[in-house]
Structures are given as structure tokens and as C-alpha cells.
């Protein structure tokens, strides 16, 4: 009904690039959260969808590193989920209804943050399909606190929510450089907490060579655990952090381990704060190297 | 089959607010043309239709000026039409055979620039449909060169290309205070002129009320016309320009004055140069009122 | 205690310009609320309060419109209230419990913010203290919606609530130019509505020569209310308002009529919309003007 | 020697439009001097020279409202005054004995800043060869405090330093509106103060008519006198001036009173303050509107 | 006749830094070609000459690493090529007549750009001195792209078309690490392509002591071959690529080798892309790293 | 007496992170010294200490490399040194004053510039209490310039003065890649200079071990010596630096071989250079890990 009147003059903006499936063919679901309610120091992720989805087009659709292309994958870009303002309760409960579907219906998810709260609303939709979910998270914070400035809700105690969620032992950290002496702690003693994102890597292809064989991954990707030079549009840049050559060799290497990705998030890009743009640019790639590197068969 | 699983909780951006309707009902037809070839100065016009659209959503669907809502409209976005890169000449016969169809079929159209090169493909198009046409130019420049650095077709002659079209004393000119001696003499001579914007649309209204009652009009609004205060996203700002209430104060004047618009066009809004991002709320802003100032009955 | 050991080579900033006094003897209490929770297009209130501090100093402490000077003044600079992160309730349960106090002692109170919901919070504080108080809201939105986005509590509900509060009548709408038909319908039956600020200021300065006279004012100033080439640096900037001039006119016009302000707001600055920086020191000079100008008698 | 090979195919940048005279021959001259020592609160006027340059070709050389090309004048670009870092004495040194040749020489300066000191040592070299010069003023601020954080030499003094040096009654100041209860009281004492910058114009037309006929003219234009949503780009920009086509009202009345200009400069742009650019382009107007409406005879 | 009139006290602006040698005695020519026709996604390169320029004063003449100085070579700023606006076809041979010249004299080019597609033109002024030119490009893209978006000509079939003037094997491409999979195959079959930037100048530098001794070398440099942390400014920047100090690493790799370079370009350096304005100074450290290395005894 | 009334609603801003301290008990004085006189280039300095102090929040008090807090310190946050506007000498001197008494009374002082010529000062201050100072730099420029545009004092002549002041053989230079012939050749001669930062702090570290074992030291760290994908907040970026987790790697070999700190400053960060904005975390990250690496037994 709405199709343009001549086709071959147009093009309609406002899609991840070759994300052209219809929602039934899809094998990945791609989607925006653009939440952003529990900043504590500069604002800007509620722009990362749109802005991940427009720098998309600045990248190609084919990896030469991985020798695949988007174009090969039925992908289908199901616009963002729809938020009330200033009601964190509301949003976490719509991001997760908003996901439930896809992930019963077996299809893979790649949410676009928004802030690292979204993750919480996320993992939750994915355990209800897979109760035997292992998150891995790579980050410069820990996000392991149990309450921040009182709050048991909040980007710096995510990953805490997230534990609590999937138990001891089940949740991997690969890059944290910056937290209180309590979640280094706490991330040592029940997380698998690397502080080299390469070694950790490496740490977790071993085991999924082994005891998580199988096992279904999910991979939240917060933005600011590259170094601040190769991402400088997130709200709290912690300097010290990888390279983004250093973050994807680790991606391939678990990609290359047989992981079983079924669910991931890219998180935290704040493109306002990044006037050169190459943030979302950044983002777009990492989504990319996503979809092609870890779509293989994903056995139910 | 692309629809989103659970309606109530996605959103798609990418489209003017409100701008839901289908082509075939759709009493107005928007669309992009983010051409950018032609600039001597500073560039970022081919990132006007996508952030104008997005600009629209910081405003009201109801415009209280004039008691009128976009919602009690049927206008269709059809998206951006597709450029060829580097060449103008397929450029401009691209944009004028994507909007043949639309005036054919007796639809309006606002055209979201892009150079203000894309008046000239317009108003080809209109022309087939209304060879009476009459084109109103709000501008800080004549645009009048016959050649600007040797060449044809630029942002500096394109009123004089479209003189050429429509004819002496078809073409009348609001506000322009830039342009060489040469040009003000033959804008004098053979157009419309008036320095001041407000004077010109009571001399304007004042000739619909008489020999030109009924007439097709033609609307290219250049968003420079504003004082660079107003609309510093643009390519040449040129000082000394109207504010915005002065600006609508005259396109009122002509909307009360029974003009009947077929098609419109807001062009060399360019974002990237205004970081405050209000250059293209005011260009969404202008948008809204044309389409609901203007939308009357507009006889064959 | 932490006085440096060589006062005169030393300066501390932090404090609005000449905010020198202790709490104790101070008449003008000044603070900041850097809430930001129910954006809905694009943040950066929270940088508001420590914007404008240092914004001051770009300015005199000197008016030569009033001929008075800040430094003849007893204001203090309480800091920011704290707020918790992502918890909309508690924040203003905290702002309101803040100002509660100073309220109680007499003395007046000039906010900072933040978004405009701080309004609701620093009103229930005031009319504990004032329950005939009148509230006087400069702004280019009438903010009137009874829900957005289905929340109670909102940017765009905020004057809804504070009208419930005080109730029908005593609350003057200076300013609006955007919102809902039924907004400006609510703005027109129950509210006080002006869409020219000067216009306005005349009506209210009638009435507080007759039937309000002496009634307890408080002023809250959205500074989208200006127009956007004024006060870029704001969310959700509205083309078509009234410049720095009109806006101190209409202001001088209300003190000069006798108003007994007891308390006011300046909110909406976001100071990283800007990278001019000089939304910030137009709200510095809006608040240096209410601070010298509504300083007269306050009878209890 | 330097001369590019093939001159039809090369442009060589780095001189303010069509000032293309050598300086034998050339009636004006114009020169950068990019001083920026004493900058209290935001840098970025030693970049003003070079952009208002290159903004120049922003804009025509031709001014509709005057009639007047820039290309029938003789101007000589001399280029920047080289300046010793840090040393504010020696700068000032330096520009003074820069100019004294073409004072010396019967011709007219235009210079362009860098900070407002440089009025100081402008003023100091056209008074050799005009010792009866009036000075006017367009400025925010008045300037004119004795010392300022102890300094005798400031942008705040210069203004105190120029009335040293004419002496009482030769300093005309349209348009401040910012400054010490001392300093105003002064203004109204010692020199010619008008807030209002076109009826200060006024009142000087009606002297050069009588009292002041033919005396020589020194004219120095802070860009801070405009309203800061018109001239943003400067270090202390002060809400509530006049927007441009006033500014420019007041300048064209002065010439047609038959104002005998010998000098002039453009101060206190600072481009990087403003990333629309616009700032150096509202610069670079005035300077062509000065060089154009002020060139008629210069008896000596 | 133009020289200023006190020459010490006088600095004129707009040459790269230290090239003040006239064009007879020059050994090197430094131009600009500030072309921007065929751009996709992000606009500025029209300003790389010009800040480019700007920024070597940023630097010293003086380098270190090669402990070589600018001063001791004769290299002529010969200014910018002037350019038709939106006529690519006219602007591509109005850059390589410019260019015949020099080429013709002996003397060496370094050419500052403006997109990629200006490497074409300079190609082909350079072919007609050196039929047996070696063209080395160092990119983050393939470009090899026989036509794009219909297009033959455009920044993304640039090195397509500079391989059909040289010939299968004359081109070697350092960096390239996207593009679409039909370049990276025909990359691998027809050109010398290294991902590696180091690798593949060791490749080179083992060729130029064996069959390609004294082959005349031309080099471009698209700056987006660096990761985009270090330089940001540019049109498609793309993350993954060698930071700055391996780029220099691999220079010096072919200098030592006695590669004869008869030519070069810097292109895609955007500076409106990067607000920290460090890509211009980067592209101006490679230019002055480039005039130092590779000036050594070029044979005719 | 300028208590807040309800001190657990409040916060005050101001001060660096943990600096709770008061001035006797302190064992760390942090001062701002935002002097900015001598800038040849590009503005800012002047908003480092306050934006570095601002920018500390992002991070949190405790350094998981170190396994130390702020917290267990005791450091006061003094302030600003108030400077005199545009006087050089009196502004050195005022600096100096203000941290001798600091450094007789056994305190270490950390020093946030501002530009590089505060290290003078604060060198003088503690050469009093420790005549046999030796001061290590680490620095992309030599700064060895006997003048620089005939003026002793600027940021390129700096540590030619410190050298100067603490004798041959007593300055370490660490990062130096900039800079003339003649500095460097100074540089190799009198100081101690390599280019590679770790390599120099093996070799200090190695000399702290021998015959340096307990002589006090002073750091003065330019933030221009990381690379400036890094810390692009600068005035004189220089490409071709060490990553961030280098420079952290020097400073820990440093502290581990025992050095006895008694006094640093980090200087030439310019915020609003660098609108991302991390150029200030990385100062701040950087302040933090000096106060906790080097705090140990310092002998007297």
C-alpha cells in the first residue's frame, strides 16, 4: 500500500544495512532500545539505535576478514521498542515482552542500546527460552554493584541483576578496568572475570571446547570497553581499555570455538558526544562481525 | 510480512511525523532529494531530508496558529529518491522524473532539499502538469547568474534556469539581500522583487485577489532567507535576514489570500553546520504550515 | 577548616556569582536540581545548574537596567540536591523535601534545573508555606497533557500537575506557542493564557494592582520560551519566540507592578545543545534579573 | 617569481575578498592583528583575522543596499602583524608602529582582531597623524574601568585607556550594556553614552552636521555589541543586543551624516566559538559595509 | 609591488610551513585540489588544503626520526587548483593540466586533496613524464570498483581506474581492509595487495632492490589507511587500521630502500569531521615526513 | 556558617574526587593553576584544572592496577591560584608564592595547568625545600628553546628554564618527538632524553636503585605526550605518541623502584579542544594514579 511509485528512484531510509527480511524468514531479529534513564554523567545512548543503523551505510556488507556478507543472511530490522519516559519499571518489562517472541520462536537477537540496563530486560527474555544461558559480558566497568546511589537498578549494577539472574559461575567479564575494590572482589570470586579481553577469550574457547559445549551464549557488548580513542561517544570513557582490532580477534576466537550465540546487545554508544561520528560507525562493525561471525548452525 | 510481531510496542522511525498515509490516498506527497554538488562554501545539505524527518518529532502535529493538526491529513513520505553520485545532470533528471508521477496524478508535493539545484528538477516536473505555473522564491540570494564559474546549473543560477522555464514575470523573489549588481537588475527588470519578505506577500496576495486568482503556485523556500540566527545550518548564511515569525507572517498572508500550492520545496538546510540542531527543527516547522496553511481546495 | 593558607592568591569556584552568604542570613536561596528523566528528544539538563554557576562569571554583578547589584544581596548558593539515579519519585520527593525548609525560614528560593518536573516538586514545597501561592510559567509549551506517553509525570504533564495543585485560575500561561488542540483549549478555560509574553505581563500586572495583590508569586521560566536563536541550548527548542528583551520587558514589567515573588525556576538549559555556551549565560542573566528585581518588601 | 605556472588554473588563498591593490595605490588598508592576552573567560579571537578572511568569500563583493562593489576600491590585505607571544607590551608596541606608515601615508585602516587592546594602540597611531580623532564606539561593554584584577591593560581598560588619550567628549559608546555601576556612571560623565547603539548614531549625525563637521572618525565595532544569537563566536557574548540590519542601520546613518572615517577595526570575534561559522561571516560583512559606505573624500 | 611595507612586523598567512622557495628553483611543487563531487557519506574534504596548510604550523620543520629539516629543501606552495563546481569531468582535467608542468619540469608533486578521485588526474599528468609509473596506495578501501552507483568515476573506483592507466601489477595496495568481495579478488589477482601495511612496504622494498630499482613511484595516501582513532576527519572512516606511528614505519621502510618517488598525494582528509582538528595535523606531519624522506637523487 | 541545612540532600561541587581533606592534615595539595599566556597555536588550557576536576566524577576513587583508594588519602583540593590577566611575570610569581608554603611545610603538591610554563614556577616553589630536585618530564616537545619569538618564558622555552634552574644532568626527559635540531642536540647533551617513555623509566628507575636512590623528584607530565588519538584536548597535538596503557606502565615502573615524589603538575590539557571530552578523564585518570602510586614513606 505504502510502496513508492517508482521503485528503482527510491530508497527508504531507517534500516541496519542489508537487513531487508521479513520478520517469518528472519534468522536474526535486529532492534533498538533506546533507554536511557539512569545516566550519571553524560546523556546521549537514546540516540544509538537510529545513529548505528544510519553509520551503517558507511561500512560495507561484506567482512573480508570473515569472507561472508550480510547480504548471504536473512535479517530482519524490527524498528525500536516503543518506551515510556522517566518509568524504568515499565520500560525493563517492555523491552522484555517486546523480545520474548523472537527468542521463543528460535530466532537470534542483536539489540541495539540504549543503556546497559537493557541488558537485564534482555538476558530475561533469553532465559525463558534457554534457562542454561552463559552472558558474556565485555566492558570497562564491572557493573557489579548491589545498589548504586541507593538503587538496585542502574548501569553500574547491571551485570549484578544479571548474576543474580543466571548464578554463580555462569556469567563471564572479559575487560573490566575500572569498579570498587568490592566488585573486583566479587567479580573473582563468582564471576569469570578477565581483565585482558584476549585471555579471557581464549580462557572461555577452551571451556566451550569442553564443559560448555553447546551451551547457549549470550554477549553483551558495552561500547566503552574499547580504549576511549576508538570509541569516545559513551557516557562514562574509561581510558586504557583495547583496541578494536584487539576486540574482534577475541570475537573470532570465540566465534572460531564453536560458541552458540543465540542472543547479543551492543550497548552505551552516546553519538552526541562523538561529533566525529565514528562511534556508531564503531558499533555498526561490531554488529556486522556479529551477525556473520557467529551465525552457524544453532542447534536447539 | 515485514510487520513487527507485537505492534503495540515497536516503533519505525524514518518518516515526517505523521506522514502515515499510502501513496494512493495521499492528498500531499513528501519526499527527500539529497542532492550536494554544486557548493562553494560549506557542505551538509544531503543530510537534510533525514534529519529534517527526524527534527519533526520535537514539534506538535497541532499548529495553534492556525488551529489545524497534520493528523486530519493524508500525506504520504515516500522516502529519499535515489542519487547517482557525482553527476548532476542524471541527478536532476532522476528528481524530476520521480515527482512526474505524483503531479500527474493531481497530488501535491513537498520536496525536502538537498541543493537548492533541486527547485530547477521540480518545477520541470510540475510544469508538465501546470504550464501556468508560477514559482515563489523566499531566498537570501537571487540565484540569478546566468554562469557561476563557468557553469550552468548551480546553487547560484538556478532561479535564472527556472526564469527560463516559467517565463518574465513568472517568478516572484521575497527577501533576497546577496548577489552581484547584475542580478538585482535583472530581478528588478524581469521578476518580482522584493527586499522585504512581508511587503512582498501583500503585493503577491494582492494580485491573487486579481489577475492572478487561481493560478498554480510553486513555493521554494531556501531556508537562508531566515536571518542566520534563525537558521545558522546552512550552506551561505547571509546576515540581515527576517525571523522566523516574519517568515510565517508571509506565508499566512498568501495562504489567506487563497493561493492555491502545488507543490513546495524547503531546501539547503544543512544540519552538520548547525550543532544546536535547531536549523532543521525550523525547516520541519516551515514544513508543517505549508502543509496545513495551504491545504484548501485546490481546483483543476 | 579547609581554608586555603594564602586567602588572597586562592580562588574556590562552584557558587553563583556573588552567592557569598551562609545560609543563616541569607534572603534569595539559591540551588540546583539536575534532574533528567523524561526526555523525550534530546538531553543534557543535567549540566544546567553547574553550567549557569560558571556562566556567571561572564557577566556583571551590576544590572544597569535596575541600577542594583548582586553584591548588595544576601544570597546563598546551596549546591545541587542530590538525586537518585532512574527514580523519578524519590527524585522529587527529594528536591521538594529540600526546599521545604527554606520555604518554612522565609527566605525565597531560585532553582536551577533540570527538566522542568522540578517545577511540581519546588510548587508543593512553596505552597506549604504559601497555599494561596500563584504560579506564573514562561514557556513555548503549554506542558498540559494529563498523560504522555502514558505517564502521570512528565516535561510535557508538569503544568497539569502544578495546576492541580493550585487550581483552576491561578495559573498564568505566558508564552505557549506549541501543544496539543487540547492543551490550548485546557490553557484557555482554566489557566491564565498568553501567547504574547509582553501581552501577558500587562493583564497579570492589572490584576496585582487589584484583585492579587500581594498574593504570593512564583515564577517558573522554561527558557525554550525564548526563541531558539536565543536559547539554543535546550530539548526541545521551539522557532518563533520572543527575544532576550522581550522577555526582561515583561519580567521588569511584573516586578514594577509590585509582585511579591517568594520563589522561581530556570529550567530546560542543556548546556552540551549549545556549543556556543551562551544559552547558559542567558540564564545566568535571566536569574541575575529576577534576583534583583523582585528584591523588595515581602510581607508575610 | 612566486607566480604559479598557469594562472587561469590556480587560486591562491589567504586575503580578505577583492582586496587585491598593492599598497602603493591602495586608499585602504587592511590588516589582522590576532592579539589574545588578556581573555578572562573564553580564548579564541587570535583565529579572527583569518577566518573573517575566508568567510569573506562567503558573501558578494557587492552590496545591494549601498549600490557599491569592493572591487572599484583600492584594498591592500597586508596580511596578520606578527606578535611576541605572551608579551602584551610588546605587542601593542608592534601594532602601533605597524600602522603609523599608512596613517603617515594618508591612507585608511581597517583592523581586524584578536582582542579589543588592539583598539588601543590603533588609536594611539592614527593620533599622530590625526590629533583631533573622535572615537566610536560599538560595544557591549563599556570598558572602561582604571584597573582590572589589577591590570592597567585589558580588554575592561581599553576603552578607559582610549579616553585617556583623546580626552573627554572624543569618545562616542553605542550600545553598552554591560559593565560597573562606576563605569556607566563615568559613560554618562566623560564620554557620549547611548545604550541604544541607533540613537547614539542619531545623536552623532546631528554633530557631524555641526560641531564635529569633518573631524576625523576612528570606528571600533566589538562584535559583541550584537546580540549573541546573532554574533555567538566571542568570549563574553551579553544577551539582550541588537540584531544586525540594526547595527548596520546605525553605521549607514553615520556615513550619510558624511562621516570622515580615517580608521577602523572589528574586534572580539573568536571563531572557534561558534562551530555554525557564522560569527565571521557577520564580521566580514561588516567590514565590506564599512569599506563601502565609508569611502567618499577623506579631505585631509 | 605587494610586499608589505615594514616586513618584519608583518606574517601573511596560507603557505604549507617552510615552502617559500619560488617555482623555478623548486624541487618539490605543493598544491591543492579541493574536489568533493562523489562523496557518499560524510562531506568535508574541500577544506584539506586549506587547514592542512594551517595545521603544519602546528609543527616543527624539523623531523627527528629523519633528522631532516624543511628549511633545507626549495619547495614551492604553488596555492589551489580552481575548480568548476558540480562538473567532475572538467575539475579532473583541470588538475591534471595544472599538473603537466611540473611533472614535465623534473620536478616532484605533492598534491593535498580533496576526495580520491584527484589521485586519477595526478596519475595521468605523471604518466606522461613516466610511462613506467608504480602507483602505491595506501587505504583503508579496495576502491577498485569498476562503477559505483552506475558511476565510472567516483572515490570508490578511483584506484579501478588508476589500475586501467597503469596496467595489471603496477599498482600495490597497503592497507585495504574493506570494500566488496569481487575487489578483494580482483585486489589479490591483478594488484600487489597487502592487509598489513608493513608487510606489504617490506613486500615492496624487496622489489625495489631487485626488479623495480629506479622505477619511478607514485604514492597515495587516502588518510582513512589509519585507524579512525587517529584520524577521525575523514568522509568513510574505517575501524581496524594501523595507528600512526606503523604508517610512518612503512614509509621509511620504502625511503630506505631508495624508492624514487616522483610523486604523491594526501587525500579524504575531511577537517570539518574532526573537531579536535587533529587529521589536519596529521596529514601535515606525513607531508612534511614525506618531502623528508623520499628527497634524495631522483634520476631523470 | 555556609552549611547546607539538610546535608544529606546535598552535593557541592568544586572539588576533585575524594580531595576531602582539609589543609593541615593533608599529605596532598591539589591546586589549579589555569594560566594560559603564552599559547602559540591553539586555546584552552585555562579550563583545565576546573574541567579535570569536573571530569574526576567519571571515575571511581579506587585503581584496581594499584589496588589503592583516595579514600585511605588525605588530599585537599585548594583551588585555583588567582592570576593576573595578560601579566606573564606576575602571574609566575603568584603561582610560586602560592605553593611554597605547601612545600616547607613537607606537603606534596599536585599541580593542574594550565600551560606547560606553571612547571616553572612550581619548580622554584620546590627547589626552596629541595635544592637537589631532580625533574623528570615526560613531554612530546623538547620545550629547550633559549627563545621562542624573542621571548625567555613561553610553553616552548619551559624546561630550558627548569634546566637552567636544576643544573645539568638533573632533568629527565621521557617522549620527547618534536622540536628542533638544537633541542634535540641539547636534549642528548645535558639532559637525560629518550624518545621511548618506558625505555626512560627503566633507566631512571634504574638510577633510583643507585645513585639516585632517595633524591626527591618532581613529575611534570604534558598531556601532549600521549598520542593524540589519546588525548586530543590540547594545544599542540603531536601524532605519533604512546597509548594511554604505556604511559600508566612508566609511571608504575617509577613508583615501584622507589621514587620519592615530591611534587607533580599535568598540564596543557584544553578541554574544549576536544569535545568528546575524555582528554579531561585521562588527566584526571592520570592525577588519580600518581596519587596512589607514589604515595609511600616519604623520607625528609
Redesign the interface.
Known sequence: ??????P???????RFMAAEA???EALWVLAGAPL?????????T?WGP?RIR?AS????T?S??L?R?LEELAI?D?????L?????G?SLA?IE??LR??YAGGKRVLLLGGEHLVTLAAVNAALDRYPDLVVVQLDAHTDLRDR????P??HATVMRRVLDLVGPGRLWQLG??????EE?QLAREQGRFY?DVEEGADALAGQLAGPLRGVPLYLTVDIDVL????A??TG?????GP???TL?RALYRLARAGARLVGADIVETAP???????TE??AA?IAREILLAFTGEVAQ
Open positions: 500500500m505504502e510502496e513508492p511509485w517508482s528503482g528512484l527510491w530508497e527508504r531510509p531507517g521479513g520478520y517469518p536511557e534513564l539512569t545516566v550519571s554523567y553524560r546523556a546521549g537514546r537510529a544510519e551505510y558507511a561500512l560495507e561484506y573480508p576478514h569472507d556478507d530482519h524490527a524498528g525500536d521498542i516503543a515510556p519516559l522517566g518509568n524504568l515499565q517492555r515482552a517486546a517472541r523472537p548504586y546511589l541507593d538503587e537498578y542502574s573490566p578496568r575500572s569498579g570498587l575494590r573486583f581483565h580504549d576511549p580513542s576508538v569516545p561517544g562514562t570513557p574509561e581510558p586504557g583496541d578494536f582490532a574482534l552526541p558526544l562523538d561529533p566525529s561520528g565514528r560507525i564503531v562493525k
